[in-house]
């Protein structure tokens, strides 16, 4: 019973930090982090296998002393900017509760979230993405210089295709 009673007691100072740009390092996080108490041990997670090995996986834990430094720091780096990006800060205790399921396709969610026309556009990759925009800017670049004396006429036309139709 006490030992279980020791672990509630450990989640309960440990933070998830999540949605971290990937050029914050670990460094730069503990400095982040170590205003608000004394940070007991940290895991900056990386993606040990596969394609991005070695790379930062987004996301961190950090284990302050006390419960009471833990949700200091959670209260005021949630949300906080960081690289352009608001970070995620919650305890640990919640992270396994409330949003495992919520965060499993943590990378879909945030695929959809960035681009507006949520139709199954979570499901194409980072990259994929990009090379369509890219592809596209390069079409319109190229109309533009083709077609700058037909342009005018060319607007009624091109407003009935609907911007999501992104030749394939």
């Not at 940070?39 to 090995?53: A, C, M, Q, T």
């Not at 834990?61 to 949300?79: N, P, R, V």
């Not at 608001?86 to 959809?112: C, F, I, M």
């Not at 990259?127 to 596209?136: D, P, V």
Request: proline share 3%; net charge positive; with cysteine.
């Amino acid at each position: 019973m006490d030992h279980n009673h020791l672990n509630d007691d450990k989640c309960e100072s440990r933070l998830y930090i999540g949605n971290l740009d990937l050029r914050i390092t670990e460094a730069a996080l503990i400095k982040m982090f170590s205003p608000f108490g004394k940070i007991v041990s940290e895991d900056f997670l990386w993606h040990n296998r596969g394609p991005k090995r070695g790379e930062p996986r987004g996301y961190a834990f950090i284990q302050f002393s006390t419960k009471e430094e833990a949700e200091l720091a959670k209260e005021k780096m949630h949300g906080r900017m960081a690289c352009g990006r608001p970070l995620v800060v919650r305890l640990a205790s919640e992270k396994y509760t409330s949003e495992v399921a919520a965060n499993s396709s943590k990378a879909v969610g945030d695929a959809s979230r960035s681009s507006l026309s949520a139709s199954g556009s979570g499901q194409i990759s980072r990259s994929a993405k990009i090379a369509a925009i890219k592809n596209k800017l390069k079409a319109m670049e190229e109309e533009s210089h083709n077609s700058k004396k037909q342009k005018q006429g060319d607007v009624s036309t091109n407003n009935l295709e609907s911007p999501s139709s992104v030749k394939r």
